[in-house]
């Protein structure tokens, strides 16, 4: 077969198999993403090299990690928005320099987003970047850009800086996360141009993996979204959402995502 022909021909055969397998397979067998929430939290410092380590180790596909931008414009590893310091006083982020931050108490492994993905590189793990600041946008995407690094989707609870970043580059993967389950996912992710919808409904109720159900879910994958749940450290909440045929899924405690209850 002419090389021409065969490269016509594979995108075919790859589309003709997706579409066969999502007939045949159940959600149920389907393999989600293995996400470290904050690297590995419940092992290791949030957002930490050791917790990217621990995260590995325990059969992570892939670490949720916190952005924020400090004062000198660069891309750090922090859910908060301060850091605390050895006298109490809390440092903003926001308006500290990088310098300034690993000098407080809190702050001295402070990693910088360049560190997180040669680490995450090096340990064969995709990342999902949870983007804290606004003004962090055009720093990541120069970071990814500089590294080569594209195992990585963007989410956050703004739709409105992931238009911003989609606009930017429209190539990259995002998610947007929202707490209610009286939002319509499918409106606000086609507002956001998101890829994922990102439900974090743990905290509403016992068994919050019973508000992911089979409709909502299917509403979801009708217009073509992808879903990652929130994080979990319960078996049986875990068995729950594995059944619904996930995209990912966060935890912890990373190693509970491969275990079958």
Excluded at 234 to 249: E, F, Q, T, Y
């Amino acid at each position: 077969m002419p090389w021409a022909a065969l490269r016509d021909w594979v995108p075919q055969r790859i589309a003709w198999w997706v579409a066969r397998l999502a007939r045949e397979l159940a959600p149920s067998d389907y393999r989600s993403l293995r996400i470290g929430h904050r690297g590995a939290a419940a092992h290791a410092p949030d957002n930490s090299m050791a917790g990217i380590d621990a995260a590995a180790r325990l059969g992570a596909d892939a670490v949720e990690i916190d952005v924020q931008l400090t004062r000198d414009g660069i891309a750090v590893a922090a859910h908060d928005l301060a850091l605390r310091g050895a006298d109490g006083g809390t440092h903003l982020i926001a308006d500290s320099t990088l310098a300034d931050l690993r000098a407080t108490s809190s702050g001295a492994t402070l990693a910088m987003l360049d560190e997180i993905i040669v680490r995450c590189r090096a340990q064969r793990l995709g990342l999902y970047l949870e983007l804290k600041a606004g003004a962090a946008i055009a720093p990541i995407l120069e970071s990814l850009r500089q590294h080569d690094f594209d195992e990585v989707i963007v989410g956050s609870f703004r739709p409105d800086w992931l238009a911003d970043l989609k606009q930017a580059a429209p190539e990259q993967s995002t998610s947007v996360l929202f707490s209610s389950p009286a939002i319509d996912a499918c409106a606000l992710a086609a507002a956001a141009h998101a890829d994922y919808v990102h439900p974090c409904w743990e905290w509403r109720d016992a068994r919050p993996d019973a508000l992911l159900t089979e409709d909502w879910v299917a509403r979801v994958r009708a217009v073509g979204l992808g879903i990652i749940s929130w994080h979990e450290e319960r078996p049986a909440v875990i068995a729950g959402l594995r059944s619904r045929g996930l995209d990912g899924m966060c935890s912890d405690r990373p190693e509970l995502l491969g275990e079958q209850t």
